[in-house]
């Protein structure tokens, strides 16, 4: 088997079919596929960001936003908004692709809730992490013994002698694939990293996911295994990013912080 990336250009957003075929062969049952999908005109995120400042140096998310969408004549392909801790419990999350939540200290319960409904219905959710992040609250009301959304139990706040290191070790990753080169084009493994989470990924017992299927449905989000996509290199290699399917949807738990400050 082989995997082979594509890049189609639609002319319009809107519901698009594509046909894929493969020079004819000796089995021409398979050699034709199709596929359906919603073509976006843009990737529209939602930021919540749990510190901000006036100095864009000081404030949590400020690097993160211009990372997302840059100024300049070409479109990244995502849309951007941000908003502080209480817009989030205003926020129409039906309007957005992905939550990012940066170093956010407090979210109500009835957020929580819809921040859960809305990764079971094909969202995706960032978590990263901070100074102002209560790892004891975080697991009650996210982690919740491995039914919430976070994909791992946090731990305590890890400050390592010298400066640690990413190791992707998921190189194929979709979040990764781009930075993730053995050649490291935009030096990602030279980023020092001072203070992050320690963290328990979530396991899932091998006799729950044989026999999910029968015991819980495709939305249970208890049945999906969490994946480390990226290690610090510390002798403890502790994790730096996690995932986990939820729903239809995925969630990511960076460890560290979205600002300069870790």
């Known amino acids: 088997n082989a995997v082979v990336d594509l890049e189609v250009d639609f002319p319009r957003a809107g519901d698009e079919s594509v046909r894929v075929e493969i020079p004819r062969d000796a089995l021409p049952l398979d050699n034709v596929r199709y596929v359906a999908s919603e073509v976006v005109s843009a990737v529209r995120i939602l930021i919540v960001n749990g510190e901000p400042s006036a100095d864009e140096y000081d404030d ?9 969408r840059p100024e300049g004549e070409v479109f990244s392909g995502h849309e951007v908004v941000v908003v502080d801790e209480p817009g989030l419990a205003d ?17 109500s319960e009835p957020t929580i809730e819809s921040l859960e409904r809305f990764v079971r219905q094909g969202g995706g959710v960032v978590f990263f992490l901070g100074d102002q992040v209560d790892a004891d609250l975080y ?3 996210l982690f919740r013994g491995g039914e919430g959304l976070l994909p791992a139990e946090l731990g305590e706040l890890v400050r390592p002698a010298d400066a640690a290191h990413l190791v992707i070790t998921d190189r194929l990753h979709p979040a990764l694939r781009a930075v993730g080169r053995e050649d490291d ?20 017992p091998a006799d729950a ?5 029968n015991k819980k449905s495709d939305s249970t ?42």
């Open 60 to 68: 949590e998310v400020a690097l993160l936003t211009t990372a997302l």
């Open 91 to 107: 926020a129409n999350l039906a309007g957005f692709h992905a939550v990012v939540l940066a170093n956010v200290y407090r979210i």
């Open 139 to 141: 697991n009650s009301t």
């Open 185 to 204: 084009p935009l030096g990602i493994s030279q980023v020092p990293f001072f203070e992050f989470f320690s963290c328990k990924p979530l396991e899932t």
């Open 209 to 213: 996911a044989e026999g999910a299927s």
């Open 221 to 262: 989000p208890a049945a999906q295994p969490v994946r480390v996509i990226a290690r610090f290199d510390t002798p403890d290699e502790h994790p730096a990013i996690l995932e986990r399917a939820f729903g239809r949807g995925r969630v990511l738990l960076v460890t560290t912080s979205a600002d300069k400050e870790w």
